[in-house]
């Protein structure tokens, strides 16, 4: 049959930020949703084992990062959610037909009663897990960001401006 992607590809998302040089930076919001000790992931199984995920993606034209994350976790999940703080920002530079991208990891909160349920229409995923803050570094992850996602909730989010004010040039 044809030959599948790596896993990678379908964990990064499709917008570019032209660099100065002329390269791109994909730019991936993904949603940090932690329930009793326990963080959201989206599992990918693949022969060599299962990899996990933030759920996330792609910024459209015109959208905020807020509105990206709550139009995936929608699309992914079937789920609503509160976008809070910035928890992380990670730079993952590019290796093999990965592409350099920035992952910034936002706290989410769900609103109402709705469970995750992995939407196929919208991801390659396998599924969903809930999993315990301590057995990330454990797991394989992309990014690889097990550790730092753990201490980055142990402590109070980094600020995050969606708009920044106008203001007049002289």
Known sequence: GAKRPPFFFFLIGRTSQRTK?????KIRPAGVIEEQGKVLFLRYA????DVYG???GGVEEGE?????LVREMEE?????VLVEDLLLSAEARPVGPLEHTLHLFFRCRRLGEGTPTVRREHTSAAGHEWLRLEDLPEKTLYPNVGTLLARALLRPGVLYVEE?????WR
């Open 76 to 80: 992914e999940l079937g789920i609503a």
């Open 46 to 49: 693949y022969p060599q084992g």
């Open 64 to 68: 905020s990062l807020r509105h990206a």
């Open 164 to 168: 920044l004010p106008s203001r007049e």
């Open 54 to 56: 933030i759920p996330g």
């Open 21 to 25: 040089g002329g390269g791109s930076m």
